[in-house]
């Protein structure tokens, strides 16, 4: 009996150290976000990370220019962006750059002609 118990945990705990935090990161993914990505893709240049493990402290594996590269992190606020259908028909304006950049809990989100401040979805 002893040994079927011991088994168990071990399954258990095998299984508890592939879920999500609480906070709903992944396994190994810092806190805060990415700075945004205006560059243009450069197809040739090879990710320099994988995950944020392989970053120093400070810094997030994030996207730039289409590849993946340790950048310093940037503090994001709760809640997500909404959703933006429409198409812009001039040219691209960046009200903000990220989301300290917005007053209370405003969010730097991408909109149909760049980024501005806007309040977060509900849901």
């Given at each position: 009996?002893?040994?079927?118990?011991?088994?168990?945990?071990?399954?258990?705990?095998?299984?508890?150290?592939q879920l999500p935090t609480a906070s709903g990161r992944r396994k190994g993914e810092k806190s805060g976000g990415c700075p945004p990505d205006d560059e243009p893709c450069l197809l040739s240049?090879?990710?320099?990370?994988?995950?944020?493990?392989?970053?120093?402290?400070?810094?997030?594996?994030?996207?730039?220019a289409c590849f993946r590269k340790c950048l310093p992190r940037v503090s994001v606020k709760q809640g997500s962006c909404p959703e933006n259908h429409l198409r812009c028909l001039s040219a691209i304006q960046h009200l903000c750059h990220k989301d300290s950049d917005c007053k209370g809990q405003k969010r730097c989100c991408?909109?149909?002609?760049g980024?501005?401040?806007?309040?977060?979805?509900?849901g």
């Amino acid at each position: 009996m002893k040994v079927q118990s011991l088994l168990l945990l071990v399954a258990l705990l095998a299984l508890w150290s592939q879920l999500p935090t609480a906070s709903g990161r992944r396994k190994g993914e810092k806190s805060g976000g990415c700075p945004p990505d205006d560059e243009p893709c450069l197809l040739s240049v090879p990710d320099q990370c994988v995950d944020d493990s392989q970053c120093p402290f400070h810094m997030k594996c994030c996207y730039h220019a289409c590849f993946r590269k340790c950048l310093p992190r940037v503090s994001v606020k709760q809640g997500s962006c909404p959703e933006n259908h429409l198409r812009c028909l001039s040219a691209i304006q960046h009200l903000c750059h990220k989301d300290s950049d917005c007053k209370g809990q405003k969010r730097c989100c991408p909109g149909a002609c760049g980024r501005d401040c806007r309040d977060p979805a509900r849901g």
